[in-house]
């Protein structure tokens, strides 16, 4: 039978980069939330900023996977030459854009005597600039001559499992934080968040896997390419409903949320959402004869 596997297999560092980067750069933008917050104090202002190195950590893994995609570190270069008219290079540009604002804005913070107004504006940018490259990254696979990427449902799923996975991972690193507040209010919007960009995402990747047998070039369609699709779709379900589950359960009933707990839901939505991006590379299929 007819599979894109081996094509998924070839491509595992950017099924990584696409799992890890979006999510870590959510997270980190969940979890500066209430560095701006009035109600924060200073000691607790201080600690968050500290522990935004690990959904920044997340973002790098991702992001250093992708690197080797390259080949060559030399190549590099002429990715940022296309910024602007090559969705790839705009979607490098604005990962290196947010890791130098997000990245200093970190370091800065171990520094004796930060002004807090500087910071603020910083963390303000450095979120901006999360929000635009996830959105890059999402519009970086819209090439017309990839007939099963080139469809609405591409650059919306890859937001939604950002929207999925960063709540939920910003949830674990509050959580290691101890930022109390995360098990009131601002934890139950969070994993609210997450269930909702859950369901939109199980619905558009439906509709994704009723299209697919329609899409294809002169030796084969993406659904025969990706066999397993609607199992990797109900994985991906069940795998991210555990997840938040698990938050909602401790957010909203008797038990405690852990970091175990925490970072075992995290871990989940992670896991499924690294299935989906797997059947991503696996419908790979250019026009004419190649897939």
């Known amino acids: 039978m007819i599979s894109g596997f081996d094509t998924a297999l070839g491509e595992i560092t950017l099924v990584l980069f696409t799992t890890l980067a979006p999510s870590g750069v959510v997270a980190f933008i969940c979890m500066a939330l209430p560095v701006l917050a009035r109600g924060t104090s200073d000691a607790m202002r201080q600690r968050l900023n500290v522990f935004l190195g690990l959904p920044l950590v997340v973002a790098m893994v991702g992001l250093v996977a992708s690197a080797t995609h390259l080949g060559n570190p030399a190549n590099a270069l002429y990715v940022f030459i296309g910024v602007g008219r090559s969705p790839l290079s705009t979607e490098v540009f604005f990962a290196v854009v947010f890791l130098a604002l997000a990245g200093l804005y970190w370091l800065y913070a171990f520094v004796e005597h930060p002004k807090p107004q500087l910071q603020r504006v910083w963390l303000a940018l450095a979120m901006v600039a999360g929000v635009v490259f996830v959105v ?20 919306l799923n890859l937001v939604l499992n950002a929207v999925v996975g960063g709540p939920i991972l910003a949830i674990a690193g ?17 994993a609210v968040v997450a269930a909702v960009a859950l369901a939109a995402n199980v619905v558009s990747f439906g509709m994704q896997s009723a299209d697919l047998p329609a899409i294809e070039n002169s030796f084969v369609t993406a659904a025969q390419l990706v066999p397993s699709y609607g199992l990797m779709i109900g994985a991906f379900g069940l795998m991210s409903m555990a997840g ?48």
Not at 246 to 267: E, H, N, Q, S
């Open 174 to 190: 509050l959580r290691a934080a101890g930022y109390e507040r995360i098990e009131g209010r601002f934890g139950r919007v969070l």
């Open 136 to 155: 890059a990254v999402g519009f970086a696979y819209a090439a017309e001559t990839i007939v099963s990427w080139y469809t609405v449902y591409v650059p």
């Open 244 to 291: 938040i589950g698990a938050d909602i359960a401790a957010l909203w009933g008797k038990a405690r949320l852990t970091l175990v707990r925490a970072t075992g839901a995290a871990l989940l939505v992670l896991g499924g959402i690294f299935v989906m991006r797997f059947a991503f590379y696996m419908m790979h299929m250019t026009v004419g004869l190649g897939v």
